[in-house]
């Protein structure tokens, strides 16, 4: 128990949450990789409906974050954005703001703008992929389509 309030672990622990974020934010519309030539990257096997097989029970909506006062919307709406993103900002300022991070930042930047204005932003599909995408990723960008097409056509 002590082990887990030290401030060593407690870094620890905000690195590892800065790098899920950089993963997440990578998921969401970051169609390119973050490498950076002589950096170390991450790799991850894509996981998506078509790996597993679906479950024998059924599946529970959604948790939405379209209404106030929920964990959800608190989430989306302050915590995401004002916590989480600016810690990772903090964390890696030296990365984002080198020239190689430049089209990241911007992207970084435009994600954290839309959920500052949550209430104005509608939901969109990714961006397309570049032509030279690994099937992997045309997999994952796939069963991401597939996952927002009933909020997309619903104006959400």
């Not at 479950?55 to 954005?81: C, E, F, H």
Request: hydrophobic fraction near 35%.
């Amino acid at each position: 128990r002590y082990l887990h309030n030290t401030p060593v672990r407690k870094k620890e622990a905000m690195k590892k949450c800065s790098l899920l974020v950089l993963v997440i934010i990578n998921l969401f519309s970051l169609h390119q990789a973050w490498i950076v030539p002589g950096k170390t990257c991450l790799t991850m096997k894509s996981m998506t409906a078509s790996d597993h097989p679906q479950p024998k029970l059924p599946i529970p909506q959604p948790i939405l974050s379209n209404t106030p006062g929920t964990w959800a919307y608190d989430t989306m709406s302050r915590r995401v954005d004002s916590e989480i993103l600016q810690r990772t900002y903090d964390d890696n300022k030296e990365n984002f703001d080198s020239i190689e991070f430049k089209n990241i930042l911007e992207r970084f930047n435009s994600l954290r703008s839309q959920l500052q204005s949550t209430a104005d932003t509608k939901l969109a599909y990714l961006d397309d992929l570049s032509d030279d995408a690994s099937e992997e990723r045309r997999r994952e960008h796939s069963e991401w389509t597939r996952l927002l097409k009933p909020f997309v056509n619903n104006g959400d």
